[in-house]
């Protein structure tokens, strides 16, 4: 199977990294998501610092109008320059800095979204063996809620991380030149906090990593009994499963009142520390006015300083957990990128094989889905252009497997798959797939009108084409009771269809696509007898078109078709025709006396 980080946006691919990450590698990974939005990035980060500058001046300013105040009515006119000055400071800060947070939300919605189509394209071309190991759930919830908190560390927390700094470091700097002594004062108190905010900080990102889990196992398990829900509600399991799903919200409960627990520290430590500056400053300060020299305009600007330093200080340590609880989601999906996956491929039109080559053929395939007992054990045979095979055999001899290895979902261990003649390896599986269309025993109806479904591997075929396939599939009737007809939604699932229904729109759909193999797995298992019948009849028909490759246990789908291969253990053990094989098969003869007797006793 071909592997692929082709399709996926630069930020996945930075994301995509196998890593372990540290704290300091975290922010380094997570500032790797924003390749291709830097130029904003740094935009933003510009202006959000100019609406800092123009904060920083104020303190100033306002300690200049505390003196100017005090002084003779003659000198007044500077008095109110410096009061127009403050009031355009402050609008300019405002208008500045609401522009640079536009700007930093759209790059936080712009990498969400690349990471989104990263993701669901990625999803979308998962190995087969991946959806049996992922629950669909879990990944769903790394599209939606993991995502989505990398949107609030990617639009607020690495810039605030940064201009936080900045700023911090410019109060202190205009601090340190008002008064050092005082300074000196506050940064005890701040380092004191920060002592007391390192402690929780390590447990944020554990607690993280526990919740965004426990909220995709919610998903998944949602997504489990609602997919089953008519056989819940038969068995009146609705309060088992709210149990279950309510364990897994207990879980995602706990871990997130561990990250609340942790941050409410950090908030108050943080003002606290703050506050019990500014009254130490206060008192430290407005001892020494006068006595050393210091002027009252100068202790209010270091005050004003001193409680500018609360909010830089706090968007530091909120991002610092924020970005911790980012890293959880991060790894989630960084895990999600690097899963294996096929590489998408442009389809060629197909290629005429060699002169009479069949449109199937396997040579000697071996293949396990584990490294224990082989599903397939050297099988070989051909499928010609026309006609209809059967596949027979007990459960577990290797019937769908045998499906699953021609529509390329798994590779051979060993052998050969050709189609028309030529290797499919060397088609590449968007040619070999082009060339088949499978109905499975559980056939796949989405939400949507009977039209959508008709035409979802056919989306450019015409009424006629369409009204063709209706007719063939005997699906008259249900475009004549659906409400819009062809228009007419069946719901969810296909839940306003019976099963029947349901098996004969996925034919419809298969002979619609035009396919060169039609791949057809129990297809007579919804249906009554009547439309047993009619599909017998569809199916000698569709066989002078293309080729028909059917796994049946009824002996009506198989007893007229143009030869049978008996499977059993994952060995092709006999072919032939239904006469041949009663007399020749003592596998196949005790499938048929099996059949016959359930037949004979309804």
Not at 251 to 280: F, N, T
Not at 451 to 472: C, F, G, K, S, W
Not at 512 to 530: N, R, W
Not at 545 to 562: G, P
Request: with cysteine; hydrophobic share 45%.
């Amino acid at each position: 199977m071909t592997r692929s980080d082709e399709g996926v946006p630069r930020a996945d691919r930075a994301a995509a990294g196998p890593e372990h990450l540290t704290t300091r590698g975290s922010v380094a990974a997570l500032y790797r998501l924003t390749a291709g939005h830097r130029p904003s990035i740094v935009l933003a980060t510009v202006l959000t610092l100019v609406a800092s500058a123009l904060g920083l001046a104020q303190p100033l300013l306002a300690g200049e109008v505390v003196d100017l105040g005090g002084r003779p009515e003659g000198e007044r006119g500077a008095f109110w320059l410096m009061l127009l000055g403050l009031g355009v400071l402050f609008a300019a800060e405002a208008v500045t800095g609401a522009f640079g947070r536009f700007l930093l939300e759209r790059t936080g919605e712009g990498v969400v979204r690349e990471l989104r189509h990263g993701l669901v394209q990625r999803f979308l071309r998962l190995e087969m063996r991946e959806y049996h190991r992922h629950r669909g759930g879990d990944l769903v919830s790394r599209v939606t809620s993991d995502t989505t908190l990398l949107r609030e560390v990617v639009s607020q927390a690495l810039v605030d991380l940064a201009t936080g700094t900045l700023v911090a470091a410019g109060a202190l700097a205009l601090m340190a030149w008002l008064d050092p002594l005082l300074l000196a004062v506050v940064a005890v108190t701040v380092l004191a906090a920060a002592g007391v905010v390192a402690v929780p900080m390590r447990g944020i990102r554990a607690a993280s990593v526990r919740m965004q889990g426990s909220v995709g196992a919610v998903a998944a398990e949602l997504e489990r009994a609602l997919g089953a829900i008519p056989l819940v509600r038969v068995h009146r399991a609705e309060d088992r499963e709210a149990a279950r799903i309510g364990e897994r919200v207990d879980g995602a409960y706990g871990a997130g009142v561990r990250i609340a627990r942790l941050s409410a520290v950090m908030g108050p430590a943080v003002e606290l520390a703050v506050q019990g500056s500014l009254l130490l400053v206060l008192v430290i300060g407005g001892l020494r006015v006068g006595g050393s020299g210091q002027s009252l305009g100068d202790l209010v600007a270091f005050l004003l300083y001193a409680s500018y330093l609360v909010l830089p200080l706090s968007s530091v340590f909120h991002a610092v957990g924020l970005i911790q609880r980012g890293v959880g989601a991060h790894e989630r999906v960084r895990q999600a990128l690097c899963l294996p996956a096929e590489r998408p491929e442009p389809c060629p039109a197909p290629v005429p094989g060699p002169g009479g080559a069949p449109v199937l053929a396997l040579r000697e395939v071996h293949f396990g889905y584990t490294s224990g007992q082989p599903a397939l054990r050297g099988v070989s045979f051909t499928v010609p252009r026309r006609g209809q095979i059967a596949l027979v055999g007990p459960s577990g001899a290797g019937k769908t497997t045998l499906f699953s290895l021609i529509a390329r979902f798994y590779e051979p261990d060993a052998g050969t798959l050709l189609f028309d003649g030529r290797p499919a390896a060397g088609l590449g599986l968007a040619a070999c797939r082009a060339r088949i269309a499978l109905v499975d025993q559980s056939p796949q109806v989405f939400h949507g009108t009977l039209r959508d479904n008709l035409v979802y591997a056919a989306p450019h075929a015409t009424e006629a084409e369409i009204a063709r396939a209706v007719r063939l599939a005997r699906l008259d009737g249900v475009v004549r009771r659906l409400p819009g007809g062809l228009d007419g939604e069946v719901g969810e699932r296909g839940g306003t269809l019976s099963g029947g229904e349901r098996q004969r729109v996925a034919l419809a759909r298969a002979l619609l696509a035009g396919p060169a193999l039609l791949l057809l797995d129990e297809p007579t298992s919804h249906l009554d007898a009547v439309n047993e019948a009619a599909l017998a009849g569809v199916l000698r028909d569709v066989s002078g078109e293309c080729a028909v490759l059917v796994i049946a246990h009824r002996l009506s789908t198989v007893q007229h078709a143009d030869r049978i291969i008996v499977l059993e253990e994952g060995r092709v053990t006999a072919t032939g025709r239904h006469e041949s094989l009663l007399a020749g098969s003592p596998t196949y003869r005790a499938l048929a006396e099996g059949q016959m007797l359930r037949t004979a006793g309804r």
